[in-house]
């Protein structure tokens, strides 16, 4: 780590100017500065950003899901959540990077119905997760909900492959017929912070510092080849039943993100718009 210096060390005039933007009254430069002395992040001697050694055991930790990556559609959720998100921006808005993420998300009812959801849609070329909805309270439409999500760059992205998977588990003799499938945009938490997707804005010149940032940034913010999380399967489901079966009391699985809320998600499936609670 390096002795008594700032990023602004490490950057031109023009990147100072632009990192100098001031979001909610605070420079962001001044909000990575802090992250840095708090000990959140760590300043390394090539001028990189890097997690602390202990915070980044514990982002490569997956608890509650088994990811499927594909650099078709990467995911940057840690970056755009954690970094971005957490530390640069202090919650006060959303990344510039989320803007296009959406999903398909597919509700099985049962821990059978989503072990038969991964085997029957684990092979389709998605970036996507499954697993037990840690963030209860928000996320629970049945008092045991499991979910998958599987994600795009754009709507149209999303849409055919909503129709595609839609064909798959209609098609399924494993899967109920009336499984709920939606497309919802970007974050749950996001929706509960700053409203209704539909009504979300993004200042462009966040593109930039966020370009920017991703260079310096030490972690892997994109995937280039695909890479499949959790592989022991086995292992994998004793966990997912370990979680079902804790989650009579909610206090036991909280998220870090829930407060409590339920936020109305709009969906984008159908031809139109549509709020509705999950």
Same mark, same amino acid.
């Given at each position: 780590?390096? %002795?008594?210096?700032?990023?602004?060390?490490?950057?031109? @005039?023009?990147?100072?100017?632009?990192?100098?933007?001031?979001?909610?009254?605070?420079?962001?430069?001044?909000?990575?500065?802090?992250?840095?002395?708090?000990?959140?992040?760590?300043?390394?001697?090539?001028?990189?950003?890097?997690?602390?050694?202990?915070?980044?055991?514990?982002?490569?930790?997956?608890?509650?899901?088994?990811?499927?990556?594909?650099?078709?559609?990467?995911?940057?959720?840690?970056?755009?959540?954690? /970094?971005?998100?957490?530390?640069?921006?202090?919650?006060?808005?959303?990344?510039?990077?989320?803007?296009?993420?959406?999903?398909?998300?597919?509700?099985?009812?049962?821990?059978?119905?989503?072990?038969?959801?991964?085997?029957?849609?684990?092979?389709?070329?998605?970036?996507?997760?499954?697993?037990?909805?840690?963030?209860?309270?928000?996320?629970?439409?049945?008092?045991?909900?499991?979910?998958?999500?599987?994600?795009?760059?754009?709507?149209?992205?999303?849409?055919?492959?909503?129709?595609?998977?839609?064909?798959?588990?209609?098609?399924?003799?494993?899967?109920? %017929?009336?499984?709920?499938?939606?497309?919802?945009?970007?974050?749950?938490?996001?929706?509960?912070? /700053?409203?209704?997707?539909?009504?979300?804005?993004?200042?462009?010149?966040?593109?930039?510092?966020?370009?920017?940032?991703?260079?310096?940034?030490?972690?892997?913010?994109?995937?280039?080849?695909?890479?499949?999380?959790?592989?022991? %399967?086995?292992?994998?489901?004793?966990?997912?039943?370990?979680?079902?079966?804790? @989650?009579?009391?909610?206090?036991?699985?909280?998220?870090?993100?829930?407060?409590?809320?339920?936020?109305?998600?709009?969906?984008?499936?159908?031809?139109?718009?549509?709020?509705?609670?999950?």
């Amino acid at each position: 780590m390096t %002795m008594n210096k700032k990023i602004e060390d490490y950057l031109s @005039a023009e990147q100072k100017e632009l990192l100098s933007f001031s979001n909610n009254s605070v420079r962001i430069l001044d909000n990575l500065e802090f992250a840095i002395s708090s000990g959140l992040l760590i300043l390394k001697d090539n001028g990189q950003l890097d997690w602390p050694p202990q915070k980044k055991s514990d982002l490569k930790q997956n608890r509650q899901y088994h990811a499927i990556h594909h650099p078709i559609n990467r995911r940057i959720c840690l970056f755009n959540n954690k /970094f971005l998100y957490k530390l640069a921006y202090r919650e006060t808005c959303i990344p510039f990077g989320c803007k296009d993420c959406f999903k398909v998300k597919v509700i099985p009812q049962t821990f059978i119905e989503l072990t038969n959801l991964f085997e029957i849609t684990k092979d389709l070329y998605f970036t996507s997760k499954f697993g037990y909805e840690l963030r209860n309270r928000l996320n629970r439409s049945s008092p045991y909900q499991y979910a998958a999500y599987f994600y795009f760059v754009g709507l149209e992205e999303a849409k055919k492959a909503y129709t595609t998977i839609s064909e798959i588990i209609d098609t399924s003799p494993d899967i109920k %017929m009336n499984i709920k499938t939606l497309i919802k945009r970007g974050c749950t938490h996001f929706e509960i912070k /700053f409203g209704p997707s539909n009504k979300w804005t993004f200042n462009p010149v966040f593109e930039a510092i966020e370009s920017l940032i991703e260079s310096f940034y030490h972690g892997t913010c994109r995937r280039t080849e695909p890479i499949k999380e959790n592989e022991n %399967m086995l292992e994998f489901s004793e966990k997912w039943l370990f979680l079902a079966s804790h @989650a009579v009391n909610e206090n036991n699985i909280v998220d870090e993100d829930d407060d409590g809320k339920k936020p109305a998600v709009v969906t984008y499936h159908d031809n139109d718009e549509n709020e509705i609670f999950l």
